[in-house]
Every structure is written in C-alpha cells, then in structure tokens.
C-alpha cells in the first residue's frame, strides 16, 4: 500500500483498520519529534516515515492516526505534535492558563477547576515552558524597531529573606515584553536586630546571592533584545548602578551593535508620560494578575522556579491576548509591533506542541525550560523537568 509521503509501507504496519470515528488520517508530521533523530531539526524533505496503525485512547476510545520514523525507529501519533500531550484531562490546560492569569492561586485555581492543586503546579509548570518557547519562537524572526525599556520588578520567593528581581525589557510605544531574566539578591531595608541575626545565620548556612547578579540578569536580558534590534537601540532605565556595566556587557560581544542608553530616576511620577511607563505598567499587570506577587500575600512564591513558571504565563497573556486598551479596540501588544495579525486565545497558543531543541534559547532561559533555577533554602530534592522521550 502507499501513502501520502510515497513510502510503500509493510502489510503488518497497516493490517489495523481505523474505526469510522478514527481522525488525523490525513495529518502529515511536519518533523520527527524524537530530539535524538537527525530528522528532528529541519530537512522534512528528506525524511521518510509510515503511518503505523491507530493508538485508541482509553478514556473516550477515540483513535489517533499513528507512525513510525525510518530513520530513528521511534513510534509517535499525531498526539505527540498537541500542547496537551499525555494529558489525561485535556481541556483543563487552557483553562488553568486562564484562571492562573487572571489573579487565582494555585489552590484556588484547584478549587475553581474541580482539580488538585498539584495538578495545577504541574499544569502551570508545562504552560510556562510553553510560553517561554512561545515567546523565544516569535524572538527568533522579531525585529525591533522601538526603544525599549528595562527594569528590575523586586519580589520574593520562600520567606522575605530571599527576594529577587525579575528584569524585564518591554517595548516602549508597543508594550510587548521582549524578554525576562531573574535576580537573587541579598535581603536589605529596615530589619529587627532579630531579623540581622537570622541574615546572618542564613548566610552562614547558604551562602550569600552573588553582588552582581542584577548586573549578569541585565546583561542577559539586553544582549537578545540587542540581537533583535534594527538600527541602534535607544534603551530606557532608571538609575540603577548595575546597569550601564550590564549594558558594557552585552555589548561586549556583539561590537557592531549600538545603545543609547537613557536613564529616568525613578523617583519621578509613574504617569503615561513617564519614558519607563511600558515597564511600570507590565509591573503593575504582574502584581494585578498573578497571586504570588501580591503584596502582604500567603500566595507569595515558594520557589522562585514557579515564579519563572508563571512569568511564561504572563509574557503570553500580555503580548498575545490581553488587548492593550480594554475600553478600546482589539489590539494587543504583539499586534502593535507586528507579530501577530489578530488577538489570540490561550486555545490558539496551545494548538501546537513547541519543542525546545527547536528553538533557539538564549541564556538564562534553557535554565528556566529545564527548572534548573533551585531554591537554596529547600536544599536536594527539588525537581527538574527530565526530557523524556522526544522532549
Ligand atoms: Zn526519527
């Protein structure tokens, strides 16, 4: 028998009929999704594979067009190439996505979706690899052609001891978050002498976040913004030490780019005049939609791995869906600077399954795909995200 792709396939591989409700007969796998085969990163022309069979799902029957790469051997199905892949209740991924972003804790969103809350960890921890390879995907063709803003947005995770920056870069008349790093710091501000010596014992145990972190997040930040960008950058920040060595930095390998950097102190008013608004405004939606950074909250992070997880979340939801303006037309961000044509909803975000090998990650982020960002105090134990088969 032969197929779509000209491969004569063998009787065994084909012996199984589909039931009438079988669907994706038609689907071609655009790649293999095996990370180990030569066939997974470009060059589908040369790739050849059989469809083999149906995988009938337990739970509803239903029945899932199968195949088999020539080159790897690997099995996969057309569920392999869905963002809800192994899933066993595949509606719920949108739907945390939206209650997550729209201001509920993890218990609560477990509690609106009839779901464990460790169901939701996890489903948060899958949307925001997701959205971090979303946004990467749109970097990788981006082309910058406005001044951009940076600022570092001060939280915590585990206990007020351990905050941290998350730096975010957005574009100045589009909004559109461009990139997010993190930052460890060292606890400051007015503390209790009670409060000095538990610092002390902290450190002595854990060792102290390293000075310049805010410096290497910044420069890890600006470099891929510096990368993208059409022309010299005129970047915007307030006056923050750490920066202009940050900026040193990232221009340090890359000579032939250009920044003119403007500082705002940050003292002056956060009105729409202000040249850092894009920044002030994405601190504010964080703060407004996600629980964890609100202030005076028990929903704060307790570890700054979920925080990232939910940072992915967030980047999605203001670039692609939320519209600009509320009262006002349909535009989003990512339409403002020409990345998107129309205003997305979670279900268009996950319709396809991004593969991390297949995108480019620059540093921090294949940290943050991974969850490699540990939380000292909680010590060993702490999960990673293991690439399984073909992930
Ligand atoms: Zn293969």
């Not at 239903?62 to 690997?74: K, S, T, V, W």
Request: a positive charge.
């Amino acid at each position: 028998m032969t197929f779509g792709n000209g491969i004569r396939s063998s009787p065994s591989m084909t012996d199984r009929t589909p039931s009438p409700g079988a669907i994706y007969s038609t689907y071609s796998p655009p790649f293999c999704p095996n990370r180990d085969c030569s066939f997974h990163l470009g060059n589908s022309r040369q790739w050849h594979y059989v469809r083999d069979g149906f995988f009938t799902r337990p739970s509803d029957q239903r029945q899932f067009q199968r195949f088999l790469c020539r080159h790897c051997g690997r099995r996969f199905s057309t569920r392999t190439f869905s963002a809800t892949y192994w899933l066993r209740r595949r509606n719920l991924l949108a739907r945390v996505a939206q209650t997550l972003s729209n201001g509920a804790a993890l218990r609560q969103a477990g509690r609106i979706l009839e779901a464990p809350h460790s169901t939701i960890a996890r489903h948060q921890a899958r949307l925001g690899r997701h959205g971090l390879l979303f946004l990467a995907e749109a970097m990788e063709t981006a082309t910058i052609k406005e001044p951009v803003v940076v600022d570092g947005f001060e939280t915590f995770e585990y206990s007020q001891y351990f905050p941290f920056h998350i730096n975010l870069a957005a574009g100045q008349s589009s909004w559109f978050v461009y990139g997010y790093t993190d930052s460890p710091l060292r606890r400051k501000g007015r503390m209790t002498e009670k409060q000095k010596r538990e610092r002390v014992r902290l450190e002595r145990e854990l060792g102290r976040p390293d000075p310049r972190a805010v410096e290497t997040g910044m420069a890890d930040l600006i470099g891929p913004v510096l990368d993208r960008s059409h022309g010299p950058l005129e970047l915007h920040s307030d006056e923050h030490p750490a920066y202009p060595p940050a900026i040193r930095r990232a221009m340090a390998n890359r000579p032939d780019r250009q920044i003119d950097h403007c500082c705002t102190p940050s003292v002056e008013a956060r009105t729409h005049e202000n040249p850092l608004f894009a920044v002030n405004l994405a601190d504010m939606l964080i703060r407004h939609s996600h629980a964890n950074h609100r202030r005076e909250t028990i929903a704060f992070s307790k570890r700054r791995m979920g925080a990232l997880d939910r940072l992915g979340i967030f980047v999605v939801w203001r670039n692609w869906i939320k519209r600009r303006r509320e009262k006002k037309g349909t535009e989003t961000a990512a339409m403002d600077c020409g990345l998107a044509d129309r205003p997305l909803k979670w279900a268009d975000v996950l319709k396809r399954r991004l593969f991390p090998n297949r995108v480019a990650l620059p540093a921090p982020w294949p940290d943050y795909y991974r969850r490699r960002v540990l939380t000292p105090v909680l010590g060993e134990g702490q999960t990673e995200h293991q690439l399984k088969y073909a992930f």
